[in-house]
């Protein structure tokens, strides 16, 4: 027994080392150090009283847990370290995020994007949704959780579960994301803490306001505590850029014009259909400004109440209020996706092909576009969660959590307005220099003269749409400690999830009233300015005509829902792909051991467990049966066992080598299992979607190993990894088929611009054979107090993720057709992430790099192209604040200081889609603490 107790440490122990080595290279200077404690089941009690103490308090949290567990902790009660949820948990290994207008949304985790990661708040599974434009993902109807609904004001805590455990509810792949509010137990002392600052974005070259508050206080001994906070932000940003709308072959929506010339190229080849031959060329090319106001609202409210030693009773209440308008000017060469009065009347007169794409082109009788937008977007979330424990003794203990949280998405206006401009003479577009294209429109778009709002080619749309998602939870657990290393625990859970959306639109929206050019001019406003920051060639247009929709409205009376202005539902075809309902109810129970024990003369500690579920849901939609559009209800059921291990090992006081093995699930995302099937005919853009009730589950099967070396007080080396089998994924089948071929009554396209003969981009998610998913982390962590002087006030925190997963997309409903072997949706190779923080008792900087690397959004995508993806980023933020005294503060903060944009492009050919950015963001904050 000696001997292999022996070799075991020397075997770990060598790991440690090398370990050190590899991340650290400082292993000589930690000698002097002292050792951490040992680890123990318990979290360290740790007073968070800065950057450093939530760091260590954070990584307490991490080594004690027997699975894979990455927290955040608050700086101080009311100090969250980032403005943004999401924008923190891109600190954590693994997690990358993405952004809507510069500010973080979704995550996705270990290369698994926010469908496949469940997120709780105080325990209890919550969805979170918000609208967005169509590059940043548009309106959230699918599972994944918006984070940018939130103050970060409000949280105390988050903890990313990265591997599962069977008494964590199930429906989650990539992890599990507990968001915690703060609660008066936090801090026994009263608080109240009030803080105030101004917001400025360099772009839109505005300030605005910012202010939160916090009181907490324990009563009757400290057996009653209560906590109010709350938070108010305002945010003006812009986002502006080009906006192209995909590329398509030169014969598509009819081809160009039959005397359109490209030296080199035949017409045939100019206008070929088979995208393996043909040249691309751009559908839309556009410039786009956004301008967005958000105002954000939250309220929280703890009520701890602890009687005994042995009872303790928790309600928790949580508030959001997000409300958001957004207003677009956009100008586009629509007629270059237009079919018969649009492409086919335009005419090339030169053009260069570079990789198969038609990257510059001078043309005659080019249609033109002037639009805009108005959007309110609001977000309303509340949640309330009352959980209870008691001890029965020393070994016995029984708990039991109820809650009811709703997530309400309005968008009540939603109206688009446009100008038209018929067979422009000497249009130029140039993609060659990179970044924003070269665009010269041969004509002055500010003057009223140049453009017309015409019936049947002029759009005014009107798209109110709304979603509702709500949870209801109830469990009860009990755990017994049959010694002091053996807990037994029991539990059985019930969830019941609803989701319901739907949307209104105008029968035609082409029929609009035809303007004089009197009219015209007085219901329109010159939109200038655009173009700061963009890096535009020389000679682009920076100020156009846009209609003013309150000036159109007041003289049109658009809102009136009558006359060629009333809004339909169901018995309208675009409408109808805006509905859908799906309720779904999953009934869970499990056991689970927590043990430990002695092995090799090493100490284990870990959890073994069994968890069985049953899912009931029933999802309905409209779709077209025996050429009728009728509703449809869909009912089905499905059992699951998910077995879970996770193991650690104490090897020395300093070392933690963790080992994990369970079954996990994801259930698909809710939009998606709608029964219905949409129509949409939207000026040029044609398509037909539909659901799919069918979708069955995604399985995975999942091991992690994880190294973790704690040389000193504050320090960490670790390195993780992970290996999924993942049985099956969801993926968007997209192919480009002839309406006729579809199966659907020619009626659901009477009254729009397309006709049975043109193609629509058909759509459809189905489930796609499964593959690996397989990657390493590496997370570092080095107060640098081993140094003298002030060097000692140093520290770094760093992390790098390699995930790697290749599935087989298919192109076609037809079994056994070609597929598309690539990369999984959403997944970036490459992430990584570095802070270097200075921090003494008066003063504290610190600075962040995020990098995620570029990543599929679409496979395939539509117009032919085989993928659309979007390119890597390099965020680059900083934080300094300055304790004036004990309990006054001032704080610094600025985001994406290198102004990153948002760059993206379809096919392999790299062509250009959307290319934004949104300015950099400027915080400065007084907090002062009672």
């Known amino acids: 027994m000696s001997t292999n107790r022996n070799s075991a440490r020397a075997v770990l122990a060598l790991s440690a080392s090398a370990l050190a080595l590899t991340l650290a290279g ?17 979290v360290e009690a740790v007073v968070v009283t800065g950057f450093r103490a939530s760091l260590q308090s954070a990584m307490n949290i991490k080594r004690n847990s027997s699975g894979v567990v990455d927290a955040i902790k608050a700086e101080d009660i009311a100090q969250f370290p980032d403005l943004n949820l999401a924008e923190s948990l891109q600190r954590i290994p693994g997690v990358s995020i993405s952004r809507i207008n510069g500010e973080g949304r979704q995550i996705t985790v270990r290369g698994l994007g926010s469908e496949y990661t469940r997120v709780r708040i105080n325990g209890m599974e919550a969805i979170s949704t918000t609208g967005g434009t169509a590059n940043s993902g548009g309106t959230n109807r699918g599972r994944g959780f918006d984070f940018n609904v939130f103050a970060s004001d409000l949280f105390n805590s988050i903890a990313v579960r990265k591997t599962a455990s069977a008494d964590v509810e199930e429906g989650s792949l990539g992890a599990t994301v507990d968001l915690n509010t703060s609660r008066a137990f936090d801090s026994r002392k009263p608080q109240l803490v009030l803080s105030a600052g101004a917001s400025y974005n ?9 202010v939160s508050a916090l009181a907490s206080r324990t009563f009757f001994d400290g057996k009653l505590g209560v906590l109010i906070s709350a ?5 003006h940003l812009k986002e502006e850029g080009a906006n192209i709308t995909r590329w398509s072959t030169g014969g598509s929506n009819g081809g160009f014009n039959s005397a359109s010339t490209i030296p080199g190229y035949t017409i045939a080849q100019i206008n070929e259909t088979d995208a393996t031959k043909a040249i691309f060329a751009p559908r839309i090319p556009a410039y786009v400004s956004y301008d967005i106001k958000n ?38 060469a629509i007629g270059l996706s237009r079919a018969t009065t649009g492409k086919p009347q335009t005419i090339i007169r030169d053009g260069v092909v570079e990789n198969g794409n038609l990257v510059y082109a001078r043309m005659d009788n080019v249609d033109m576009r002037t639009q805009s937008a108005y959007d309110e977007l609001n977000t309303e979330f509340k949640q309330f969660t009352l959980s209870a424990k008691h001890n029965f003794g020393d070994r016995v203990v029984v708990g039991a959590l109820a809650g009811y949280a709703d997530s309400t998405f309005t968008q009540p206006v939603s109206t688009i307005v446009t100008f ?119 000679g682009n247009a920076t100020a156009w005509l846009v209609p003013d929709i309150d000036k159109y409205a007041a003289l049109l009376n658009i809102y009136s829902n009558t006359g060629i202005y009333a809004l339909t539902g169901t018995n309208n075809s675009s409408a109808r792909g805006q509905y859908g309902a799906v309720e779904e109810q999953d009934t869970g129970a499990y056991v689970q051991a927590e043990f430990r024990f002695e092995a090799l003369g090493l100490p284990f500690r870990g959890d073994a467990g069994l968890r069985r579920v049953h899912t009931e849901q029933e999802s309905a939609g409209y779709a077209a049966v025996g050429g009728l559009v009728q509703r449809v209800d869909v009912k089905r059921g499905y059992d699951l066992t998910l077995p879970s291990f996770n193991i650690a090992a104490d090897v020395t006081d300093t070392f933690v080598a963790r080992f994990s093995a369970a079954k996990t699930i994801a259930r698909p995302g809710i939009g998606s299992l709608a029964p219905g099937g949409d129509v949409s005919v939207q000026g040029s853009n044609r398509s037909y979607s539909s659901g799919n009730p069918y979708l069955n589950p995604t399985q995975s099967k999942n091991l992690d190993v994880s190294l973790e070396w704690y040389p000193s007080s504050g320090a960490m080396f670790a390195a993780g990894f992970f290996y999924k089998k993942i049985d099956t994924f969801v993926a968007t089948l997209s192919e480009s088929r002839v309406y006729n071929t579809l199966g659907l009554p020619d009626s659901l396209i009477a009254g729009t611009s397309a006709t049975p003969d043109m193609v629509f981009n058909v759509s459809k998610p189905v489930n796609t054979e499964g593959g690996n998913l397989k990657g390493f982390e590496l997370n570092a962590q080095q107060p640098f107090t081993f140094l003298s002087g002030w060097m000692s006030h140093f520290g770094v925190i760093a992390n790098y993720t390699y995930v790697a997963s290749k599935l087989d997309y298919p192109t076609t ?30 003063w504290s900087v610190r600075g962040s790099l995020a990098y995620r690397g570029g990543y599929l959004t679409a496979v395939p995508a539509a117009d032919n192209n085989i993928i659309a993806t979007t390119k890597s980023t390099l965020n680059v933020d900083m934080q300094a604040s300055w304790n004036i005294r004990e309990n006054l503060k001032l704080s610094l903060e600025g985001v994406n200081l290198t102004d990153e944009f948002n760059d993206q492009s379809v096919g392999y050919s790299d062509r250009l889609n959307v290319y934004t950015h949104s300015g950099r963001q400027f915080i400065v904050g007084l907090r002062y603490n009672f």
């Open 26 to 42: 400082a292993a000589a200077a930690q000698d002097a150090a002292p050792a951490a404690a040992p680890a123990s089941d318990e």
């Open 420 to 538: 038209d401009r018929a067979n422009t003479a000497n249009y130029v577009y140039d993609f060659r220099g990179g970044g924003a294209p070269k665009i010269d429109l041969g004509f002055d778009p500010t003057n009223p003269a140049n453009w017309s709002a015409i019936n049947g080619t002029s759009e005014v749309r009107i798209r109110p749409t709304f979603v509702e998602n709500q949870f209801s939870t109830a469990k009860i657990y009990g755990e017994w400690e049959a010694n002091q290393n053996l807990k037994l625990k029991a539990g059985v859970d019930w969830r019941k999830f609803e989701y319901d959306s739907y949307g209104l639109y105008r029968t035609t929206e082409t029929v609009s009233q035809t303007l004089t050019p009197a009219e015209l001019a007085s219901v329109s406003t010159v939109f200038s300015g655009f173009g700061k920051g963009l890096g535009m060639p020389a």
């Open 231 to 235: 938070a108010y932000e305002e945010r």
């Open 813 to 842: 409903t037809t079994a056994g057709g070609p597929v598309i072997v690539e990369d999984l949706i959403g997944l970036s190779k490459h992430a990584a992430n570095a802070t270097l923080y200075y921090e003494t008792p008066k």
């Open 202 to 210: 360099d772009l839109a070259e505005k300030t605005t306001p910012r």
């Open 295 to 332: 105002k954000r609202t939250g309220l929280a409210g703890s009520l701890q109440y602890k009687p005994d030693a042995n009872t303790e009773i928790n309600f928790d209440a949580l508030y959001a209020y997000l409300a958001g308008v957004r207003k677009e000017a956009q100008l586009q």
